[in-house]
């Protein structure tokens, strides 16, 4: 009974190392974190990481072969995504345990948003709370098919890249919410900052859509 018991640890660890080799990239996890947004095609996903196409291909093989991401190949390309909503969860407790244990990290977050004049977030039970109100314009500044793919209800879709062309749709005399793709996405940060130098009250809400979702399940 003892070796039966042995084996099956050493059989069920050793598996559950598969996880702890695939995602022991800091690439590879940033790719996991970008996948949360939805599914996307090898060369977006180079693109947003800055690596060439033939080493995200090589990266997001060992992601599939420890099964944390599937691929349709549709023509030419192909299109990949999370195995399921457990592996979103698992990028997220991993952020967050990283960022309790791991002191170079809330440094890091420090200094970024210390160098941006301070940009405390807006907590997520305020901002549901100022919606219901209706004293707060929320803004969704990732790409649009990120939006179109998932988005918080009542966001307005308004790209980085386009929101200067959009100023004059926004409320001077309402408070301007944007957000991202969560934690490590500085796409809010960017967008409060030229918000707020053409005089908009404007803050970040540093979760993700798919944290909204989840805080709202609870």
């Known amino acids: 009974m003892f070796q039966e018991s042995r ?20 690439k590879r996890l940033e790719i996991l974190d970008i996948l949360t947004q939805g599914t996307k095609t090898v060369d977006a996903i180079a693109r947003e990481t800055e690596m060439s196409v033939a080493n995200t ?17 549709q023509g030419i390309y192909s299109y990949y995504k999370l195995a399921d ?3 979103a969860n698992f990028i997220l407790s991993l952020q967050l345990l990283a960022e309790k244990r791991i ?8 200094e970024i948003y ?4 301070n940009m405390e977030p807006i907590e997520m039970g305020q901002l549901i709370d100022r919606m219901k109100e209706g004293k707060v314009t929320l803004i969704d500044v990732r790409p649009k098919e990120e939006y179109e793919i998932m988005h918080i209800p009542g966001a307005n ?10 100023l004059s749709d926004l409320p001077a ?18 967008a409060v900052g030229l918000l707020r130098r053409h005089g908009f009250k404007a803050v970040r809400l540093e979760e993700s859509v798919q944290e909204w979702y989840s ?4």
């Open 7 to 26: 084996n099956f640890k050493d059989s069920t660890y050793t598996q559950l190392a598969r996880i702890g080799k695939a995602i022991a990239s800091p």
């Open 57 to 73: 291909s090589q990266h997001l093989q060992t992601l599939l072969e420890a099964r944390l991401v599937e691929f349709q190949k």
């Open 85 to 87: 909503k457990t592996v």
């Open 103 to 110: 002191a170079e990290i809330q440094k890091l977050r420090e």
């Open 114 to 117: 210390t160098n941006k004049d």
């Open 157 to 166: 879709s308004i790209p980085i890249e386009e929101l200067e062309q959009h």
């Open 173 to 190: 005399n309402q408070e301007i919410v944007a957000y991202c793709r969560g934690r490590y996405c500085l796409l809010s940060v960017e």
């Open 215 to 218: 805080y709202n399940a609870e």
